[in-house]
């Protein structure tokens, strides 16, 4: 038994140090900028403030436990801000902004010595109105008016805790899987509105689908080696989505962030 335990115990750290698929960790975020581009937008303070800027301090060493070699963000691929952006940054050329790019992504790549950021965002169709004309027009609108009430109480409340918590307790909240599956529960309550020849609800949710599985792709065409460990940064909407694609694809591994936190 004790040459056992001995051998378990000299293979432990190679085990541990081993890494056999290249890991992804999606970080979802509430917009700490408030651009106010959502059906309900969530309303934060003031991200820059003396308290708010330790507590982002506090959120980067978690995030460093990670050790990401690579980090992703929610610009759009094509137009090539971020790379323009972080490379100015680096030079002190460029002052950060609110938005939790900057706050998050830029300064934990500089911290972390990286030279460059990675946009994988892809735009995307969201046709909320055709289903709020579905509705209206079949007889359901007091029920759609009162699920999309209740998505704006949600909201509300978010912004409440976001208000009484630190950064790090908010992203831990959101990020919980019970929150992540709360918010993809709340995109199939739509598949319910829609007809044969009219499926509103549907096709608004095969069009989200589509968009986060476009940016899937652009995360994992960063993939070069199996010791790659991608951090995606991205509004908390894409959330469940995005860890559901790593999910089903055998060629990866999924990070939390609560792995981070527990230890």
């Known amino acids: 038994m004790k040459r056992v335990v001995l051998l378990l ?20 975020t509430y917009h700490m900028a408030n651009p106010g ?64 790019i900057d706050q998050i992504g830029y300064r934990l790549a500089k911290d972390l010595g990286h030279k460059a950021v990675y946009a994988v965002d892809e735009d995307g169709d969201f046709p909320w109105q055709r289903v709020v004309n579905y509705a209206k027009a079949n007889g359901v609108g007091a029920r759609f008016d009162s699920i999309n009430a209740g998505i704006g109480v949600m909201v509300k409340a978010q912004g409440d805790y976001i208000a009484s918590h630190t950064v ?6 959101t990020n919980s899987d019970a929150r992540a599956a709360k918010d993809m529960s709340m995109y199939f309550e739509l598949a319910r509105y829609g007809d044969p020849y009219d499926y509103a609800g549907p096709d608004l949710l095969a069009a989200w689908y589509q968009r986060n599985i476009r940016i899937y792709h652009n995360i994992v065409k960063l993939i070069e080696s199996p010791n790659e460990r991608i951090l995606v940064i991205y509004g908390s ?11 089903g694809d055998q060629q990866v591994a999924l990070r939390k962030l609560s792995d981070l936190v527990a230890n």
């Not at 090539?80 to 609110?98: F, P, S």
């Not at 790090?168 to 909240?173: A, K």
Request: charged share 25%; no cysteine.
């Open 168 to 173: 790090l307790e908010n992203l831990v909240y």
């Open 237 to 247: 909407g894409h959330l469940p989505w995005l860890r559901d694609d790593v999910l």
């Open 37 to 100: 581009r959502d059906i309900h937008n969530v309303q934060v303070d003031d991200v820059l403030s003396a308290k708010r800027q330790q507590e982002m301090a506090q959120l980067i060493e978690v995030l460093k436990k990670f050790r990401p070699t690579k980090i992703a963000l929610e610009s759009n691929v094509s137009n090539g801000r971020v790379k323009r952006e972080y490379v100015d940054y680096l030079a002190g050329k460029y002052t950060l902004t609110r938005n939790e």
């Open 9 to 28: 115990s000299l293979l432990s750290p190679l085990s541990a140090a081993a890494q056999t698929k290249p890991e992804i960790l999606v970080l979802g």
